[in-house]
């Protein structure tokens, strides 16, 4: 593996830091939709996590040149 | 029988003859046990989204989240955290691990292990704890069966539902024994479609008839506080670290149970393992969605003995009767499909290595198929006596302790799929330490996922299949230091590094 497509690695462990330390989110405020902080935001993180996947996918394909 | 009956009974016996016709799927010889065991290493991206997806979100998912949602509050919510960094996790270990897997032809990660440290007491110990930790959770399923066909008004009474979990059973076992893996596979498209459309309903009916999200949160809110061990929806400062601890271990531990291998080992290439990290995350959406019923039940005024019924009754009291049916058949449903592949994932084990471990490795012997088929059976069959000689609530306290046991495979596995660093005895010693210390603290805390850790004046509230994976770190470490220093011998690596990329 070469170091240019490794690099795109790194970004995987972003959803780690913004999920795992609960005292960024377990507060109740602000909501959206009646949802609480605490949720909203784990949820969305779903979405995130799994854009940040898509993302690291097609640019490590792309510098293989597949 | 009312609609609801009706519905799950036609529901469940029409799955069942799709699982007998999956044998024909693609015109395989099943007695190769590549074909039988993994469809023959060929499904592509949809046909993988599927099945992994069925795979992974089991009974436990779609009753026991909840439940606990329901009991204790924000602390099931940990759940999310888990999914969301499984699939990143996954991306980077599970396709290294196909690649392998692919070109030696390994089925189980007991294989790989016997391969790369040279070890057959390291590959007894890396199957006989998958064995262990999935015999339980084959029991989750089949309990989850027995929970909705009681609440479904299918049974009139305890023993019928037994009567007819029995029959659901028999169904399973001969169909997981004819068809193979190709037959959840099949099954799993049904399954998907039931559970989406039944969370999609239930998440636009159930608040709307309950006055909106900030209203459930607030009534959930109050009913949580007002227990006897009062709870909160939104995490207190004491429970930060059990809820890390509890996401980051599960996710470490999710794709190494044997059910989970065996599906990803099914694909037909690594771009399709890592695509569907992109996409299975999906299905943690409708997993919070489905935590989030717990709280739904609770802003209903939904009273029961056993938490487990909360969500069972929440349908039958929102629905109507022939959607309660299409959503209970979409539980049992969700059940058999895992139920099948730990019953496959389970007898790889025991056919290529508990029972092979004591024999000469040649390529994949052709003989295994008809072995492997028949343990698929007893793996089931362990699962149906847990399920129906274990009470219930034991039943789902050997299901956690599972999940401790299976993570203590870790090292040696995934550290393993990077690493030569540690010695093979080692790695032994820092399994077995794992394992007696999380069966100790599982005991200890009566069966409680969590474990209060006292650190000098402090207490670590914190999950211990995480504690107990530490101490088997450390061992591994220690002991890959001693043994190097004294020189004893390591065993052969029989793979080289072109076989991981």
């Known amino acids: 593996m070469n170091g240019r497509k490794a690099r795109w690695l790194w970004l995987l462990v972003i959803p780690f830091i913004a999920t795992l330390v609960p005292p960024i989110y377990a507060r109740s405020t602000p909501a959206i939709f009646g949802f609480p902080f605490f949720y909203w935001y784990q949820i969305a993180w779903i979405v995130l996590s799994a854009l940040i996947v898509g993302i690291v996918y097609v640019a490590r394909r792309s510098s293989e040149h597949e | ?501």
């Open chain 2, 1 to 501: 029988m009312n609609s609801a009956s009706i519905i799950f009974v036609v529901l469940v016996l029409g799955v069942a003859v799709l699982g007998f016709i999956a044998a024909r799927w693609g015109g395989a010889n099943l007695r190769s046990l590549d074909e039988w065991a993994l469809g023959g290493r060929k499904f592509g991206t949809i046909v993988s989204w599927f099945l992994i997806g069925g795979d992974l979100y089991t009974a436990y998912t779609f009753i026991a989240v909840p439940a606990l949602a329901f009991g204790a509050g924000a602390l099931a919510f940990f759940a999310v955290p888990y999914t969301a960094i499984a699939y990143p996790l996954a991306f980077l270990i599970m396709a290294r691990f196909w690649i392998v897997a692919k070109r030696r032809g390994y089925i189980t990660t007991a294989d790989f292990v016997h391969d790369r440290f040279g070890s057959r007491l390291l590959e007894l110990a890396v199957a006989l704890t998958g064995v262990l930790a999935t015999m339980p959770y084959i029991a989750l399923q089949l309990i989850g069966i027995q929970v909705v066909v009681e609440r479904s008004g299918i049974a009139p009474n305890h023993s019928s539902a037994i009567a007819l979990l029995l029959i659901a059973f028999a169904l399973l076992a001969a169909y997981t024994f004819t068809s193979g893996l190709r037959a959840p596979a099949l099954i799993a498209f049904v399954k998907d479609t039931l559970i989406y459309m039944t969370v999609i309903v239930a998440i636009i009916l159930i608040p709307h008839a309950l006055g909106g999200w900030a209203h459930i949160f607030s009534s959930a809110q109050s009913a949580l506080a007002a227990k006897p061990k009062p709870g909160a929806v939104i995490l207190p400062r004491n429970l930060y670290f059990a809820y890390s601890s509890l996401a980051f271990t599960s996710a470490l531990a999710l794709f190494i149970y044997p059910h989970s291998i065996t599906s990803v080992l099914s694909a037909r290439s690594a771009g399709v393992i890592r695509r569907n990290c992109a996409l299975l995350p999906l299905y943690s959406v409708l997993l919070a969605l489905i935590a989030l019923l717990g709280y739904c039940a609770l802003a209903a005024g939904i009273t029961v003995k056993n938490p487990n019924y909360a969500i069972p009754d929440l349908f039958v009291r929102f629905f109507p009767s022939w959607f309660s049916g299409v959503a209970f058949a979409a539980i049992a449903i969700g059940a058999l499909v895992p139920a099948a592949i730990m019953g496959i994932g389970a007898a790889n084990l025991f056919a290529s290595n508990i029972l092979q471990s004591f024999k000469v490795r040649q390529t994949r012997p052709p003989i295994e198929t008809p072995i492997a088929r028949t343990l698929a059976l007893f793996a089931l069959a362990g699962g149906l006596a847990i399920a129906l000689f274990i009470a219930p609530q034991y039943a789902i306290d050997f299901q956690l302790l599972g999940g401790t046991w299976i993570v203590q495979i870790f090292p040696a596995v995934i550290l393993g799929l990077y690493r030569r660093w540690f010695h093979h005895r080692a790695l032994l010693i820092g399994w077995a330490c794992g394992m007696a210390s999380g069966t100790w603290m599982a005991a200890s805390a009566n069966f409680a996922s969590v474990f209060p850790l006292h650190i000098g004046g402090g207490m670590l509230v914190g999950y211990i299949a995480f504690y107990a994976l530490v101490v088997n770190i450390l061992m591994s470490v220690l002991f890959t230091i001693l043994f190097d220093a004294l020189r004893v011998s390591r065993g052969v690596d029989l793979t080289t590094a072109s076989d991981y990329s």
